[in-house]
């Protein structure tokens, strides 16, 4: 079966801090998808990333990064220089190969409060 | 403007009446997808869909149906809703697997 963990309920820093949101996933499969989204407080759903499990090469936009790391089977999501539109709750997600790829599930989230 | 629709955006309702949460997508895309936000359950998966007339359950699709008749519309049917299903519903869309468009959302009450 598979399980996306994300250990950190919460995580407050002060603004320009760089903060690192953790994602550890499960799975048989050896081909998979990862995802990033934001649902800031105004509640909507935002698409940040998604990487195939091939592609292990860092990935990094703007003040955003993230890690794959396939022996630890993790997909950490880096903010740098942290700003106060950061905060949101933070999801990470794992779907599966060929008709199963549209198949997706959600990491519990990770609530992030960046303070001025 | 490249959008997702869902309507209602809001829904008070009783158990049993029937109702439709209509979703349309104006991005050609072939990926459409529904979900529910409930509080210490998180994001979970109703239903997907890979394009027209294919369909397919996700992780909590009882008590609900879909139809993807056409490539932009894929509603959500609750035949006989439950107090169970009050939730924060959101419908998605993507041009490839994973969704990446999101409705704004639509919360549901049933009483």
């Known amino acids: 079966a598979q399980k996306v963990t994300q250990a950190q309920t919460e995580i407050s820093v002060v603004e320009k801090e760089d903060v690192t949101l953790d994602c550890v996933y499960e799975t048989r499969d050896t081909t998979y998808y990862l995802f990033w989204y934001k649902q800031p407080p105004s509640g909507e759903l935002v698409f940040l990333i998604r990487?195939?499990?091939?592609?292990?090469q860092n990935e990094i936009s703007g003040r955003y990064s993230w890690n794959f790391q396939k022996s630890t089977s993790s997909f950490n999501f880096t903010i740098t220089a942290s700003q106060v539109v950061d905060s949101a709750v933070y999801f990470c997600?794992?779907?599966?190969?060929?008709?199963?790829?549209?198949?997706?599930?959600f990491g519990s989230g990770t609530r992030l409060s960046i303070r001025p | 403007e490249a959008q997702v629709t869902q309507n209602p955006r809001y829904l008070i309702t009783v158990t049993g009446k029937k109702l439709t949460v209509t979703c349309s997508q104006n991005?050609?895309?072939?990926?459409m997808s529904w979900y529910r936000q409930d509080p210490g359950l998180g994001l979970r998966q109703i239903y997907y869909?890979?394009?027209?007339?294919?369909?397919d359950k996700g992780d909590v699709p009882e008590g609900y149906k879909v139809s993807r008749k056409e490539k932009r519309n894929f509603p959500l049917i609750l035949e006989s809703p439950s107090p169970n299903q009050t939730s924060l519903y959101f419908c998605?869309?993507?041009?490839?697997?994973?969704?990446?468009?999101f409705g704004d959302g639509t919360r549901l009450s049933i009483l």
């Open positions: 991005m050609n895309h072939e990926y």
């Open positions: 997600a794992l779907s599966g190969h060929g008709r199963s790829a549209s198949k997706i599930i």
């Open positions: 998605a869309s993507a041009r490839e697997p994973g969704p990446q468009h």
């Open positions: 869909s890979m394009n027209v007339e294919v369909t």
């Open positions: 990487r195939n499990s091939f592609d292990e």
